[in-house]
C-alpha cells in the first residue's frame, strides 16, 4: 500500500514536470502542435 502511494506520488510529479515542460514549450512557439 505504502509503495504503491510512493510510486503514484513519483509518477504524478514526473507526469506534471513533462506537462509543464510541454507547455512553456508551446507558449514560447504557439506554431509547434
Do not use: D, S
Amino acid at each position: 500500500m505504502n509503495t504503491m502511494i510512493k510510486f503514484a506520488v513519483r509518477f504524478a510529479k514526473e507526469f506534471f514536470k513533462g506537462l509543464n515542460a510541454n507547455g512553456m514549450n508551446l507558449m514560447n512557439n504557439p506554431y509547434a502542435i
